[in-house]
Structures are given as C-alpha cells and as structure tokens.
T-cell receptor, first 114, second 115 residues
Framework: ETGVTQSPTHLIKTRGQQVTLRCSSQ?????VSWYQQALGQGPQFIFQ???????GRGNFPPRFSGLQFPNYSSELNVNALELDDSALYLC?????????????FGPGTRLTVL | AQSVSQHNHHVILSEAASLELGCNYS??????LFWYVQYPGQHLQLLLK??????LVKGIKGFEAEFIKSKFSFNLRKPSVQWSDTAEYFC?????????????FGKGTKLSVIP
C-alpha cells in the first residue's frame, strides 16, 4: 500500500510569486485535506477536497486555492506569495470525509518565501 | 470554533520515567479526539483516537489516553518512556456531525528522553 506522497520536498520562492504543491493520496482514499504548519506551531487546516469538490475551508484568504483530480490526487496553489506563507505544507488523505476517520499525512513540502 | 491547548511546550525525561502530556479542548458539542506523533524526520502518524465508548483508549507503542468530558481533557500517558519516544506530540480534535472534517491541532509538545 502506497502512502501519501507530496512534491516537491523543498521550494524557495520570492514574494509575489505563485506556487503549486502536489499530493497523491493513499490508495483507495477519496478525501484530501491540506494543512499549513508554521515553525513551532501545530498544523492549521487550509481546506479539504472530497470527490473533486471543496468540502470545507479554514481561515485562509482566497489566494490559497486547490484542486482534486479524478484519481483523487490534489494540488494546492498559492498566489501572490507573502513572507508569512513560509511554512511546511502537509497533505492528508482519508477514506471518507467523516471527522472520525483517521487522516494519513504525507511528509510535507517546505516552502520558503524570500 | 473549537481550539486545543497543550500545556507543555517541551518536556525532558529520563528513560523509564512516566509521561503525562496535557491536552484540553474547547467545544461544547460531541468531539473526536486524536493524538498524533512526529518522530524526527518522519511523517505525522496517529498514536491513538477516541470516538465514543470507553474513555480510556490504548494506542500504539504502549501509549494510552483518557477522555474526561467534564474537564474537556484528553491527556496522553505512558508508564515508562524510552529514548525512541523522543518526538513531537500533537493533540487534535474534530467535531461530530456537519463540518466535522477539520482537524484542529494544538501547538504540540516536544518530548526529549535522555538515555
């Protein structure tokens, strides 16, 4: 069974640029959630996708957007990057979208904005 | 909105010492509770979870947690820690029912176990 994978591992961008992060969900999982983990903090929920539709969103501005594809892989796009966007971005997949289901996390993408 | 507080930022213990990490959440409704662990250089992984039933839940690697509804707490315990338990531990909560998809995490507790 292949776990959750994310690419790239690390990324360096400058303010104002745009970035796309990618996530492949665990086999059989149809729900993908994205989290931002700033240094010294716990992960913060960005949004969740269920069967290609956004299923909920945290307190992040519209310049954070996403997609889920028919194979349930997902992308996180961030436009007009700001210094505070520097963080570890985590993707998690789960079997269904119920809150009680375990979310399986990927290794994350470390984004640095200069 | 729900929130999670973890009382200790960094805990340092000697091997064989007992561990208790505090976690309190704020939400008036029914919740699901989780402890996740992140070992150095590894992914976040689930230690244990509580949905309903017996408030004392057992997880992997000898960890357990007790849900005390009246105190809104879900403390993590281990009777005797090992050097390999050195990691960061996160308590998290989701609501039951509509909008229950979002994991809300605490800030984490870093555990260092000295051999």
């Amino acid at each position: 069974e292949t776990g959750v994978t994310q690419s790239p591992t690390h990324l360096i961008k400058t303010r104002g640029q745009q970035v796309t992060l990618r996530c492949s969900s665990q086999s059989g999982h149809n729900t993908v959630s994205w989290y931002q983990q700033a240094l010294g903090q716990g992960p913060q929920f960005i949004f969740q996708y269920y069967r290609e539709e956004e299923n909920g969103r945290g307190n992040f501005p519209p310049r954070f957007s996403g997609l889920q594809f028919p194979n349930y892989s997902s992308e996180l796009n961030v436009n007009a990057l700001e210094l505070d966007d520097s963080a570890l971005y985590l993707c998690a997949s789960s079997l269904e979208r119920q809150g009680g289901n375990e979310q399986f996390f990927g290794p994350g993408t470390r984004l640095t904005v200069l | 909105a729900q929130s999670v507080s973890q009382h200790n930022h960094h805990v340092i213990l000697s091997e064989a010492a007992s561990l208790e990490l505090g976690c309190n959440y704020s939400y008036g409704g029914t919740v699901n509770l989780f402890w996740y662990v992140q070992y150095p250089g590894q992914h976040l992984q689930l230690l244990l979870k509580y949905f309903s039933g017996d408030p004392l839940v057992k997880g992997i690697k000898g960890f357990e947690a007790e849900f005390i509804k009246s105190k809104f707490s879900f403390n993590l315990r281990k009777p005797s820690v090992q050097w390999s338990d050195t990691a960061e531990y996160f308590c998290a909560v989701t609501k039951n029912g509509a909008g229950s998809y979002q994991l809300t995490f605490g800030k984490g507790t870093k555990l260092s176990v000295i051999p």
